[in-house]
Structures are given as structure tokens and as C-alpha cells.
């Protein structure tokens, strides 16, 4: 395998993995993206090799298809020294409610794929003793919360599978991060009324992510503001926060 330096980005269309890839790439990391849709890829990847001078490939990659997984990373002619994991679906809560394809999808994708897509790769990176490994959680899974628990249910699912590998991981090389977006203008949020003061931006994102590697932190919230809102949430009694339409 190559001696350089490589971020692998599951996922490589979404609004945050395109901006983390290319705040990798100014970081002088060689990129590979990995997505079902390799068409939409293509774009992004000139403007990397362009922009950042850096080497780029693009690899097709379905977070569903978890038989496919073991020979993906097999195949990989690289060591990911970064892999982002950035896939995911948000639907609205009713849709959610009322079509078990959505539920079954989300669950798919946020949770199956995830698990399995980190469980395939660690072996790679325990061999090497190496490698940092992003999740993307959400302040959703922080409590259920009427407005989006199914989605909130598959983050918080997340969560207790990143605190199991963190705590399989003391004492090796290899680092597992969890970020917290909270409130993004992306695509997938094309349309809600978000507000501002605790809305990031993509490349906000991207910039944390970057750093938590760099630093080797643990969870990361994007905006520190929603660590004290969702510690509020969490210490509120039931009974109380039963009555709100959170």
C-alpha cells in the first residue's frame, strides 16, 4: 500500500463530506470518494485535484449493501489515514410514522451501514496500529424528542456503538471521533426554518472535524452552544418535558 497520506470519505456527496474533503486536501491529504452516486462525484473531484493539487479517486460504495463491505476495504489500494463516515437520511418524523420503507431505510443506512462499515475497516487499521475514524452523531440522539425520535433513535444508537469501539480502542493507535453538527444548511435541510444563531455552515463543519483529528478529541459538538442546550434537555424531569412539543 502507498506510503501517503489518504482521507477515505463514505459518503462523498453529502453537502459536509464534500467540504471536509476539500478541507482535507488543503491539508495536503490525498482524497478518495466513495459514494453509490459516482457520476455527482466527479465535479468535486476535479475541482480538488485543481484547487489543493492533491490525488483524488473515486470508488463506488453503498452504505446499504453490507455484503459488499468486506471486499470494498479489501480492495482499497491505500491506508486511510482518515476515514470519514458521512453518509445518512433525514425524513420528517410523519413521513417516518407512517411508511416502514422510510423507517427501514434510515435505519439501513444510519445504523447498519455505519456499524458495518466501521466494523470492516478496524481490522485495516489495528494491523497498522493508525488511522482516526469520524462518525457523524446528532444532537438528536441526546434525548427522544417527539419531533424526530426515529432519526434521534438511530443517532443515539450511534453513539453507544462509538463510546464500545472508543473504549476498544484504549490503549492502541487508532482514534474514533463522534461530532455533533446540531443545525446545518445543507440539502438534506433544504426548507426548514432553522435558526441562525445554532445553524453551521458545511465548511463550519468541516473545520471541526478537521481540528477533532488533528487534536484527537472524542465528541465534538460544532457550536459549543448546543452542548448547554441539549444538557438543559437531558436534565429536564419527564413530567415537565412532556408538556413541551419539542
Not at 212 to 241: C, G, H
Amino acid at each position: 500500500m502507498s506510503q501517503e497520506k489518504w482521507a477515505l470519505v463514505l459518503g462523498a456527496n453529502s453537502d459536509i463530506a464534500k467540504s471536509c474533503a476539500k478541507k482535507f486536501a488543503s491539508n495536503k491529504l490525498n482524497i478518495c470518494l466513495a459514494s453509490r452516486d459516482i457520476d455527482n462525484c466527479i465535479a468535486t473531484a476535479s475541482d480538488i485535484e485543481i484547487r489543493y493539487e492533491v490525488k483524488v479517486s473515486i470508488v463506488k460504495f453503498d452504505a446499504t449493501d453490507l455484503s459488499s463491505h468486506t471486499e470494498f476495504f479489501d480492495s482499497l489500494d491505500f491506508f486511510p489515514d482518515v476515514t470519514l463516515v458521512s453518509f445518512g437520511v433525514l425524513y420528517n418524523q410523519i413521513d417516518l410514522e407512517k411508511n416502514f420503507q422510510l423507517r427501514k431505510e434510515m435505519v439501513d443506512v444510519n445504523l447498519l451501514g455505519v456499524i458495518n462499515s466501521v466494523e470492516n475497516l478496524l481490522p485495516m487499521l489495528l494491523k497498522r496500529n493508525k488511522g482516526s475514524l469520524v462518525l457523524m452523531g446528532s444532537a438528536a440522539g441526546d434525548r427522544g424528542k417527539r419531533s424526530n425520535y426515529i432519526y434521534g433513535s438511530t443517532k443515539a444508537a450511534i453513539e453507544t456503538y462509538y463510546e464500545g469501539v472508543d473504549h476498544r480502542l484504549h490503549n492502541t493507535g487508532v482514534r474514533i471521533i463522534l461530532i455533533k453538527p446540531g443545525f446545518v444548511e445543507t440539502k438534506m435541510t433544504l426548507g426548514m426554518d432553522l435558526p441562525l444563531v445554532i445553524t453551521a455552515s458545511p465548511h463550519e463543519v468541516a473545520k471541526k472535524v478537521y481540528n477533532a483529528v488533528q487534536k484527537e478529541k472524542k465528541v465534538v459538538y460544532v457550536r459549543s452552544i448546543w452542548r448547554l442546550i441539549m444538557l438543559l434537555i437531558r436534565l429536564t424531569p419527564r413530567f415537565i418535558f412532556n408538556k413541551t412539543s419539542l
